[in-house]
């Protein structure tokens, strides 16, 4: 078997069942992610193949299961510099992804009984692997990356302020997220190159079939420092559905997310309400009342109960954005510990049990804050959060990290 | 001596004293209207023309106390059609007053033993009397009104939004109160005349003599069903500072205030920070980033702690001025009454008293329920409720008027 390129050092099988999980299921389905959680990626791909998964989960992957072939898929993609990241590989973006993952165990428990309802604009739910192109550090994003989000048919008005924002974040060190299309995602992308900052273009479809064609070239230059990332195997077309579920994966990749200009019913505002759903901070950029491609921005800023944050310029953005990770809700990886407190810690893994015992009981500390004291570097550090946080071992707040109410203010636990 | 046109029947002495006042003092001082509160208008008027005013008082009017002479000032309105109305006159806008009194009143006690500061702008502190022209009803003016504020040079953007605006609120029996000054101000005008609806011209100098003289039709259309008010007498040149001043009466007018549009610093932005200063709600309408002339907006709408509300259209503005009253922060008239509550009640006035009396302790009441409660007019109702405020019998929210919570919710006290 030809080896497969995929980041770190992960296991064939792994890889070639994460490959066809990706390739039989659709995005963002709830039951099929619950199921490869559950039984793991290996038994979960056989179980469907042979249909011997559970009926919500065969009923989302039927239509294909006889038809993929993760060899093929892995094949074309390494034609095509393409990548496969699974959550098993060392690059996994745990950090970005916490608040699907936290979203995902959620509403699963909640439709442990019933049946799962369909969302036509997509469950928040990790995608069950990534297919990536490109240079740019996958594991670390969310940490420090802004999407900014807009209208394909975009007004002057909008061509201007994105161009703005994202040439000036992009050169602060802000990296900036959006999709392929034409519009605001191009000006997006190429203003942020411009300012010799790196971009994340999250793409609807295969990466070896860069859509729409003309941004081709964009994709290319993108991936040279940034990355081109999609849920899609090779070969998939950009469909109208997997533009909605692609959306929750750029609110999920960003620290903040910024709507430059959006019609009340558009892809930016689809973006900007994964966000609110995930916990991460919205941003809008006001316009003319007189515009119907600002109305979607004003009652984003006018939601109730929480709004969008009114930003006219960079600064704006970096107020809200600025802290590592600060104000990042996280969330949990696996599934939540039982037993006492020394069994709990006796679970984590070395790293994450460093980084536990780094957590300051009073004054909350942020990831950079921990990476010192813990001796853990600062990507590792993100990595444990989730753990630590889905374990109840961890409280989170705008103002960082600290060990759980539970745990305080009694003394510190350390080994045992 | 002639009969001085004034509202109701007045006093002429009081009416004299008055004409004096509004003479000697510029706008807006807190140290003679407090001396005017404190002794009446009479005693002050004879005080200040004696020089034996305090040296607070005696400084503000010295330069004018010789050559101040009501007579002339009141036979030159008479020939004009302007008539003064005072605190004493049964048309006193008391309700409109109310925030700016309670304001007063608070800074008159801060000050009460050190010197007063002059502020650039113009104390929070109501007029010693308005000189008014036309038919609308100045004693219910900011219970249904709102002021639409923006720049002289006011863009295309700012005009239209204006203008739709003001001809929608005229429409539905919002009266529009603004400057008279060229751009938003005219423009706000003309459209609410346009609309069937009703316009009150604030004017900063006197109103025998238009300012600015291009606009002396409108202020004539403007008087025809609603007001044109000033507090300098006749003659009184629009000087810088008595525009500034004269924006906090624009402000108490209105039930609330929106800005169309306003460079960062801007007469526009002053009303806005006296409607702060009164509790008024505030309303902005965004504008491009790329405009100079929304920053002023965009700030209010990012202000801390109390922003701005966003209002694209008539109904946003409806939605926060549309009740009768609610909302609005009202303030006292006269001084804390002390002793028991036997007392205080026995100090009420019998149209307050019957308000008093109908104030619900539990669910509060918007003045028009009151009304029908207490059998006292909507009118009425409005006059007697600062007095209710400022004797503490009364608690004030969001929602309306109930009784103080220091009378409740022990059983509510009736007549001993």
New interface residues.
């Given amino acids: 078997m030809t080896s497969f390129p995929s980041s770190g050092q992960l296991d064939p099988a792994v890889l070639r069942s994460r490959a066809y999980l990706s390739r039989v299921a659709e995005p963002a389905s709830i039951p099929v992610w619950a199921f490869v959680q559950q039984v793991g990626p290996v038994a979960a791909a056989d179980a469907i193949r042979r249909g011997s998964a559970p009926a919500s989960v065969g009923s989302a992957t039927e239509a294909r299961r006889d038809h993929a072939d993760p060899d093929i898929d892995l094949e074309t993609a390494q034609r095509h510099g393409i990548r496969l990241v699974a959550p098993e590989s060392s690059d996994w973006p745990h950090f970005a992804f916490a608040g699907l993952e936290r979203c995902a165990i959620r509403r699963a428990r909640d439709h442990e009984r019933g049946p799962f309802t369909a969302s036509g604009s997509g469950e928040p739910v990790p995608p069950l692997a990534l297919w990536v192109k490109g240079c740019g550090d996958l594991a670390g994003i969310g940490v420090r990356s802004v999407a900014i989000v807009g209208s394909r048919a975009a007004t002057p ?1 909008d061509e ?2 994105t161009a703005d924002l994202a040439y000036g974040l992009g050169g602060r060190g802000v990296v900036i997220v959006s999709g392929g299309a034409y519009g605001i995602d191009a000006v997006a992308h190429r203003s942020a190159l411009a300012g010799q900052g790196q971009t994340v273009v999250v793409s609807a479809g295969g990466l070896d079939r860069p859509y729409p064609v003309g941004n081709a070239f964009l994709f290319e230059r993108a991936a040279e420092s940034g990355l081109v990332v999609s849920e899609s195997p090779p070969g998939c077309a950009p469909q109208r559905h997997r533009f909605l579920t692609r959306n929750r994966l750029i609110a999920a990749f960003s620290t903040g997310t910024v709507v430059t200009e959006a019609a009340i019913r558009s892809g930016a505002a689809n973006t900007a309400a994964h966000a609110f759903t995930i916990g991460r901070p919205v941003m809008a ?6 515009s119907p491609m ?2 979607g921005c ?1 009652a984003l ?2 939601r109730e109960p929480d709004a969008a ?2 930003v ?2 960079v600064d704006d953005v970096m107020a809200v954005v600025g802290s590592i990770g600060e104000g990042l809700p996280v969330a949990g990886l696996g599934t939540v510990l039982d037993g006492d407190l020394r069994a709990e810690l006796d679970r984590l893994d070395p790293t994450a049990r460093r980084v536990f015992d780094a957590l300051p009981s009073r004054r909350p500390a942020r990831p950079d804050e921990l990476a010192l004291r813990s001796g853990v570097s600062a990507v590792e550090v993100i990595r444990a959060l989730p753990v630590l946080d889905l374990a109840d071992l961890m409280d989170v707040s705008d103002a960082g990290y600290r060990i759980a109410a539970r745990l305080r203010p009694a003394r510190r636990p350390r080994t045992g």
Avoid at 285 to 290: A, L, S, W
Wanted: aromatic share 6%; net charge positive; hydrophobic share 35%.
């Fill in positions: 008005y201007h302020v950029v006001p316009g003319p009342i007189t600002s109305v004003h800023l006018r944050q009114l006219t310029s």
